[in-house]
Structure formats: structure tokens, C-alpha cells
């Protein structure tokens, strides 16, 4: 593999902006600031970090063009309207995405007679491809990929390795689904016996992902009692959550790592979940819903609107009561005071009473 | 594959319902009734969905046999005891189960020569099994299914793609193991040397399920320390779980997606545990116990019982506390007043009291 | 599999310790002390557990030097000075590890030409090796192990079943990665749009584990922006955690099932952290801070301390807020009788002040 290599100068005029000092130094790589290297490319996004200027090695700093700062000796600043942006724009220059090899389909890879793979898709080693899938043209299935039946792949979506799709799974075009989620997995149902005893409430749903949608590692998502588990377009789901039977979740929502949504509970549009949230089931959150990390959800939620805590409340709310706990130990002494005083004051009057009386 | 196709008047027949409406319109499928098109049955439990039942697509609706309703043209309704319970019944007609290639072994699963492999059991593309593995009559081992040595798997048990089976994990008859979930990885237990550095423990334990145990998709049960970790007879484990080392769970017991159980925990029988709930180390869980979602568990618990908050305490006292947490900035603000008050009547009293003085 | 034998006088030998009791007896396994049967060793650690040495069926029970106990018949003592670290000594005598098949590569495993493979590697059945990797001596690869492009694995690391490492993983020496793990999956990171649409940003950075580091089943660990997700040198991770982008970890900390770091946090050394713990992005955790289990870090904190709750406080703040909230609904009824009492108090005041007046 080549390194890229790109001057200070050549990065400045491809990321349309302002060279200040080397423009001659050479760069081969990028990293945050705490941690760039003598050739390597940075940022700073705001002055929060700009304490980092004078200690970092990094050959080039892209600041925002306002910022006060001059470079070192051998040093290139990039002036530009949003670091950030510019610097995750460098990355298509420095690290390169390779091109998979399109059409292709490892040996290994075992595919049922009745499934149709576009001629543009990647096949990995070791998938398994069942009846009657669908795998859509420029997917790519990395190694070990196993859909089961009736399984059908969107145009361009990503499936990185062991991810596992049981039948009736159907992925939007554009997803990009990470190793080891497990989509379609029977719903957790059951019927309770006499004695206890669980009866399984078979699911011969299926789920449905829209378009441009991206599943994070180990997270699983279970399939419908009947009809689908659905997410919507453009949604975002982080590492290791689980998506339960009959769930329905709304377009463009972001959904930290850890959260669980139980079944048949409805997420409207663009909602924001923090990690490790839990909602209850049979439960429906409205449109622009924010719900704080950690939060647990019992009941609707009307949106827009934000929540925080266990059991889920108003955040201002919740941060009120939090405000009031942490003054709940000097308000018990206090209360404790007052009793005292009180009983005094009764004394006293009763006895000036009988004096009086 | 031959799309199933009834009557309203055969499913009534076979449901055991009684028909009114459009007799003849036929069912090839089925759905949730918020989702059913024409051509499906669906079906309403309870007068809180009947709601539903005017905007309905679905040909056919199973509905409870004493709730006012009547067909709109072209529809049937099947009048049934319960009606989720023949819907699901309907599952059986209108999807039914494939029967799998009982007594195949696809040629690249790789079989140690000491393995026992009974002659009706199915194994799938990609298995690999180790030494002194022995799988029984009418397992299904889905693609890329991996036993480590010592492994057995009972009768009619089912092993979805990717599950990892550590040494020594012993799986009960009709059990059913969904895609990813680990079993027998070591526990995590350490000593603590002098400069906090962590030496390992080893655990020579294995995993021991009971018959007709469900495990969720990338849930993960670790190996004991010696002896075995347990899971008992009939108990269902949802997603995501963490069973822990020298955990004994009992039987009949239903644990929600997420939760986590430390080491050496032993869980009584017909446990409800909801989502999210951790239980600490080193404690006894009794019967007939339920714990609420996101509850944390940190002492022992008697049962019956029903619990929760963090630290889980008894559910009538954890609602009574939030309440009264509900109340505490009003508190505050109500002492604060009586404060006030109580410094004015005794400044009036020791006034009054100089004067009488 | 020839079954380890020894006899109680050996095992008292071999451990350091002193016989009491039936020297002969044969002892073929072991077990922990509740379900330990004739012919197997257990221990007893402290006098807590002591109560189970007049039921246990074990053949041989390890036990303190000083602990007040005699032998019955055909059962043997034998005294040491630490029970369970002999009893984990005694694994490696009746529990033998076996040796792997050093320079064994199986012949279904994929391995790239590029790729770096010591002669005595083991590489397992079905693993697939990408461009560029490198793995060190005596490391142990078990079936299905995917490693994606320069992917470097450490002397005598063992990857378990299924583990995945997407480009630019660097794992150190001797670590033990469990099944179903993956490694530099992207990181969750968005810009989000006028219309709540979420830009992906691109991570091209990776993750690098140091020496000695477990990492849990099913646990992911996601690549960084730029740079690196790093994991100190004798750090222990446990089942289905999330390790988030950019996230820094250091040294000798021992992070237990189900917690989630959230991205460009950094903990110093020797943290302990309980189960379900979760921390929010960009803050900084000291050296030797202990968080107990489920709290809910939202800010920095410094080290050495414990903490504990949602959000997370120091722990004996947290205890005395606990304590308090559980005074909280008498609390209430107490302000009500004292406000009734200051009213009585008022009107009687304010009476006489009128008849004095």
C-alpha cells in the first residue's frame, strides 16, 4: 500500500483554506490533537482545545479562521470556517477508501440455487445465503455473513462480519450493518401456565429497515408477532442495543449504545436517545423526543420535548427534584429543629396561658 | 413456495369460531390489526383495540365472542374465546413451519472423530465440533455453530447461526439458542495483587440448561469457577442477558433483554425480571419473585415478592418514595415558610414575655 | 481422556498443606463447596461457608489452618493458608490445560498472501485473515476468527470463536479475547441537519489493546475518529460492554459486564468499575476510582474515590441521600403536624395579644 502524501500547501487549497507558516512540510497521516505526531494532520475545533497548540507535534493544525494563534517553526496552520469538517474531509485524501472488488463472490461462499444476487455484489467468504434472498447490486457481504430465507439486501448496503439475518429480514438500500448484529430473532413472548410455567408465543413476523440506515456491533433487533418490526430511514442505532417484537421506530432517530425498547412500543421522528435508556413497552414517544442517558421510560411521551430519570419525567422536572435531594440530609435536620423550637414555643405559651388563665 | 390459502369459513371451522359476515373472502396472511391489508387476518383481544376495527384493511378479524361489532362488506369476523390465542393458532395454518432436513449434515461442517452426532440431528454449512461433543436426536445446529470440546446438545434443541459453546456446556432437550448468544466463556474473576495489577482465576466450570430453555440473541452465560453455572428447566432468557459465573437461576423463570446477574447469585423459581435489572454478586433471589425494570438489586430477596428502584426495595414503598420525591421541591419551599414563621412567634413570645416579664 | 487421580495425601503434598484425615482417598475432580459429590475437592475460605462442611459429600475440602473442623469418615482435610488459591492451584492438577496444536493452521482458514503468520500460530478451522495482518507466536486463533486488513495480534494472545477486528486493531501480548467480540466497528458519531438528518462521520482511526488485556464475550470496542481506542496494559473487561471512539482506558482496571463508556472519555489506572455502570462522552476519570455498580457518570471525577448513584456522587454522599429519601414520606407527614402546630400556635398568639392588647 502506497502512503498518501499531500504538502501543508496542497491541503490548504483542497480544503479552501488560508496556509499560515511551512507550506512545504509533508503530511502522511491524521489525528486528534492530544495525540498527533510530527506528520500528521490535526484540528482545533474551538478555543476549548486550542491549549493543545502549543504542545502538539502535528506538522499541520487546521483552527477556525479567527483564531489567535501563530504556527511553530516547521509548523502549517489551515485556516478554515469549520476544522472539524475540513479535517473529516482530509481523511478522504489521507485514508483512502479502498474500491471492494464489485462482483465478485468468494468460492467459499454458499448460496441457495433460488437467490438472486445482483452482479455488481461482494460475497464474502463463508456466507450463507438461503432461499430465496435478495442481495442487491454494490452489497457488500463481508465473511461469514448467514441470511436465512426470504432475506432481501438494498442497492450499496453494508453487512460486516457474522451478521446474522433470520427469515423475512428486509434491509433498506445504503444500511450499514455491523459485525455481529443479529436481526429477526424471535420476539420475546409468553404465555404464562397455571403452574408458571412459559408458553411460547411463536413470531412469524419479520423486520424492515429503511434506507440509509446503520446498526451498531452486537445489536440485535427482533422480528414482529406478525407484520414487521420496522426502523426508519436515515435512523442511527449504536452498539449493543436490543430493538424488540412489533417495535416501530420513526426516520432520522439516534439511539445510544446499550438502550432497550420493549415490544410494540412506538419512537416517533428524529428522536435522541442517550445510553443505556430503557422504555417500557406498548408505550408510544412523540416526534423531536430527547430522552437523557440512563433514563427509564413508563409511560407515552409527548414530543418535542426532553426527559430525564427513572421513571422518565420532564428534565427541568427531574432536574428540580435531583436539586431538591441533594438539600434532603440538611432538610431532615432542619425539620428535626423546627420540631424542637416548636415544642418549645408550646410550653412556653401553655405555661404563660396557666400564668395568665 | 405455495402461498397458504383459506376461507373465513374454513379458518372458523378450524379456529373453532363463529363466522359473520363474507364467508368466502380468503386469508393468505396475517397481521397486527394497526397493519393488516386485505387478504389478512388479524384480530382484536380486547375492547381497547377495538378501535381499531373501523379503519381495518383486514378481510378477516377475530374478535372476543360477546364485543358489539359487525362486519363492513366484504369482511368477515370469526367470534372466538380468545382471540390472540387463535390468531396465533392461525400462525399454524397460514405460515407454516418448514420441516428441516432431519438426518443431513452439510459437507463442510468439520466433526471431531470423537464426536457423537445422532443420526436424525442437522448440521449446517460452516459447523465445526469438537472432540467428545455429542449432539442428539432432531437438533438443529444452523450455519457456523461452534461447540469447543465436551459439548453436548439434548434432544430436539436448536442452535441458531454463530452460537459459540465453550467446553463442558451442557444444553438440556428442546431448548432453542438464538444467533450469537455465547455460553461458557470464562468468568470474570481476579485476585488483586499489591499494585492493583489483576491476576486471573481460572474457571474450570462449564454450563448446565435445562430442558425447554430459551436463550436470547447475544446474551452470554460465563462458566463457573468448578461446578457448573445453571440455568433450570422451562426458564426463557431474552437478548442481550449477562449470566455470570456460578449463577443458578431456577426454574420457569422469564429475565427480560439486558439484564445482568454477578457471580455466585442464585435466582429461586418462577422469577420476573425486567429489562435492565441488575442483581449484584453472592445473593439469594426466592420464588415467585418479580423485579421491575432497571432495578438494581444489591441485597438479598425474599419471596413472593415484588420489587424495585435502585437499591430494589419493595415495589409499594419504592412508589410510595417517589411520590413523596415528587413532593420534595414543594417541601422544601413549605419548610422554609414554617421557618420564618416559627422565628416570628418567638420573637413575638419574647417580646410579649419582657413585657409580662 | 485419561481423568487426572490423585490421592488427598498428595494433593496435601503438591499444595503446601497439612492432612487430616483419610490420606487414601481418591480425588478425579472439583467442585465448589454446595455441590461438591464423593471423589471431588472443594474448599471452605472463611468460617462463613464453614456451615456447609457437615454437608458437603466432598472426598477432600481445603480449609484455613486455624478453622475449628475435624474429618469425617473417608473424607480428608487438608489446612492451608489460603483455601481458594489452593483450590485454584489444584485446577491445574485435576482440570489439566491441553496443549494446543503449536504451527497448526487449519486448512479451511483463508489467510491473505500479505499476511504475517508465526511458525507456531494456531490458526483455526474457517478463520479468515485480511491483507497485512500480523500474528505473533504462539498466538491461538479458534474457528472463525475474522480479522479485516492490518490487523496485528500479540505473542500467546487467544482470539475465541467468532471474534471480528475490523482494519488497524492492534492487540497487545497474552491477551484473551472471548467469542463473539468485535473490535474497531465505527465509531456512532453524526452531524446532524437543519432537518434532523444524521451525516455519518467517517472514523479511520483504530484500537489498540496493550498487554495482558481480557476482553468479555460479546463486548465492542469501537475505532476512533483518528488515532486510537486504547485499552492500558493488565486491564479486564468483562461481558457486553461498550467501549466507545476515542475512548482511553488505562492500565489495571477491571470493568465488569454491561457498562458503557461513552466517546472520548478517559479513565486513569486501577478503576474499578461495577456492572451497567455508564459514563458519558468527553470527561476524565482519575486513577483508583471506584464506581459502583448501575451509577451514572455525568461529569468528571477526580481519583482516588468511590461513587456512586445517577448521576453519580460520592459514595457517602449518595448513602446519606439513599438514607434520607427512605425518612422522606414521615418526613411529610411531619411538616404537616408542624405546620398544623405552628397555626394553633399563631391563632392562640395572636388571641391573647388581642386580650392583652
Same mark, same amino acid.
Given at each position: 500500500?502506497?502512503?498518501?502524501?499531500?504538502?501543508?500547501?496542497?491541503?490548504?487549497?483542497?480544503?479552501?483554506? +488560508?496556509?499560515?507558516?511551512?507550506?512545504?512540510?509533508?503530511?502522511?497521516?491524521?489525528?486528534?490533537?492530544?495525540?498527533?505526531?510530527?506528520?500528521?494532520?490535526?484540528?482545533?475545533?474551538?478555543?476549548?482545545?486550542?491549549?493543545?497548540?502549543?504542545?502538539?507535534?502535528?506538522?499541520?493544525?487546521?483552527?477556525?479562521?479567527?483564531?489567535?494563534?501563530?504556527?511553530?517553526?516547521?509548523?502549517?496552520?489551515?485556516?478554515?470556517?469549520?476544522?472539524?469538517?475540513?479535517?473529516?474531509?482530509? @481523511?478522504?485524501?489521507?485514508?483512502?477508501?479502498?474500491?471492494?472488488?464489485?462482483?465478485?463472490?468468494?468460492?467459499?461462499?454458499?448460496?441457495?440455487?433460488?437467490?438472486?444476487?445482483?452482479?455488481?455484489?461482494?460475497?464474502?467468504?463463508?456466507?450463507?445465503?438461503?432461499?430465496?434472498?435478495?442481495?442487491?447490486?454494490?452489497?457488500?457481504?463481508?465473511? @461469514?455473513?448467514?441470511?436465512?430465507?426470504?432475506?432481501?439486501?438494498?442497492?450499496?448496503?453494508?453487512?460486516?462480519?457474522?451478521?446474522?439475518?433470520?427469515?423475512?429480514?428486509?434491509?433498506?438500500?445504503?444500511?450499514?450493518?455491523?459485525?455481529?448484529?443479529?436481526?429477526?430473532?424471535?420476539?420475546?413472548?409468553?404465555?404464562?401456565?397455571?403452574?408458571?410455567?412459559?408458553?411460547? +408465543?411463536?413470531?412469524?413476523?419479520?423486520?424492515?429497515?429503511?434506507?440509509?440506515?446503520?446498526?451498531?456491533?452486537?445489536?440485535?433487533?427482533?422480528?414482529?408477532?406478525?407484520?414487521?418490526?420496522?426502523?426508519?430511514?436515515?435512523?442511527?442505532?449504536?452498539?449493543?442495543?436490543?430493538?424488540?417484537?412489533?417495535?416501530?421506530?420513526?426516520?432520522?432517530?439516534?439511539?445510544?449504545?446499550?438502550?432497550?425498547?420493549?415490544?410494540?412500543?412506538?419512537?416517533?421522528?428524529?428522536?435522541?436517545?442517550?445510553?443505556?435508556?430503557?422504555?417500557?413497552?406498548?408505550?408510544?414517544?412523540?416526534?423531536?423526543?430527547?430522552?437523557?442517558?440512563?433514563?427509564?421510560?413508563?409511560?407515552?411521551?409527548?414530543?418535542?420535548?426532553?426527559?430525564?430519570?427513572?421513571?422518565?419525567?420532564?428534565?427541568?422536572?427531574?432536574?428540580?427534584?435531583?436539586?431538591?435531594?441533594?438539600?434532603?440530609?440538611?432538610?431532615?435536620?432542619?425539620?428535626?429543629?423546627?420540631?424542637?423550637?416548636?415544642?418549645?414555643?408550646?410550653?412556653?405559651?401553655?405555661?404563660?396561658?396557666?400564668?395568665?388563665?
Amino acid at each position: 500500500m502506497q502512503q498518501p502524501c499531500y504538502t501543508a500547501a496542497e491541503l490548504a487549497l483542497a480544503l479552501g483554506g +488560508i496556509l499560515q507558516g511551512e507550506s512545504t512540510v509533508h503530511i502522511t497521516g491524521l489525528n486528534r490533537i492530544e495525540y498527533a505526531r510530527a506528520g500528521e494532520l490535526t484540528f482545533v475545533q474551538s478555543a476549548h482545545y486550542a491549549k493543545y497548540l502549543q504542545y502538539t507535534q502535528a506538522s499541520c493544525v487546521l483552527i477556525p479562521r479567527d483564531l489567535p494563534a501563530t504556527p511553530r517553526a516547521g509548523q502549517a496552520l489551515i485556516r478554515v470556517d469549520h476544522p472539524y469538517r475540513a479535517f473529516v474531509a482530509a @481523511m478522504a485524501l489521507l485514508v483512502p477508501e479502498k474500491q471492494p472488488p464489485w462482483g465478485s463472490r468468494h468460492p467459499s461462499a454458499i448460496v441457495d440455487p433460488t437467490a438472486t444476487i445482483a452482479p455488481t455484489a461482494v460475497i464474502g467468504a463463508y456466507c450463507v445465503i438461503g432461499p430465496h434472498c435478495v442481495v442487491a447490486d454494490r452489497v457488500i457481504l463481508h465473511p @461469514m455473513v448467514v441470511l436465512y430465507e426470504d432475506v432481501s439486501v438494498g442497492e450499496s448496503s453494508v453487512l460486516h462480519a457474522g451478521v446474522v439475518c433470520y427469515p423475512r429480514t428486509v434491509i433498506g438500500k445504503r444500511c450499514l450493518i455491523h459485525a455481529g448484529v443479529v436481526l429477526g430473532a424471535d420476539g420475546f413472548g409468553f404465555w404464562e401456565g397455571k403452574q408458571g410455567e412459559l408458553q411460547k +408465543i411463536p413470531h412469524v413476523g419479520g423486520v424492515v429497515l429503511g434506507d440509509g440506515v446503520e446498526i451498531g456491533a452486537n445489536t440485535t433487533v427482533d422480528r414482529s408477532l406478525a407484520g414487521n418490526t420496522e426502523i426508519g430511514d436515515g435512523t442511527k442505532v449504536d452498539n449493543l442495543v436490543h430493538v424488540a417484537h412489533n417495535v416501530s421506530i420513526g426516520e432520522h432517530t439516534a439511539i445510544a449504545a446499550q438502550v432497550g425498547i420493549s415490544g410494540s412500543t412506538r419512537l416517533g421522528k428524529r428522536n435522541r436517545l442517550g445510553g443505556q435508556v430503557g422504555i417500557v413497552g406498548h408505550v408510544s414517544i412523540g416526534d423531536d423526543v430527547v430522552i437523557e442517558a440512563k433514563s427509564g421510560v413508563s409511560k407515552s411521551l409527548p414530543g418535542p420535548g426532553r426527559y430525564f430519570g427513572t421513571p422518565a419525567r420532564e428534565h427541568y422536572v427531574a432536574l428540580r427534584q435531583e436539586a431538591a435531594l441533594r438539600q434532603l440530609p440538611e432538610l431532615l435536620r432542619e425539620v428535626q429543629n423546627l420540631r424542637r423550637q416548636v415544642e418549645e414555643l408550646r410550653t412556653w405559651y401553655e405555661a404563660s396561658n396557666q400564668r395568665n388563665g
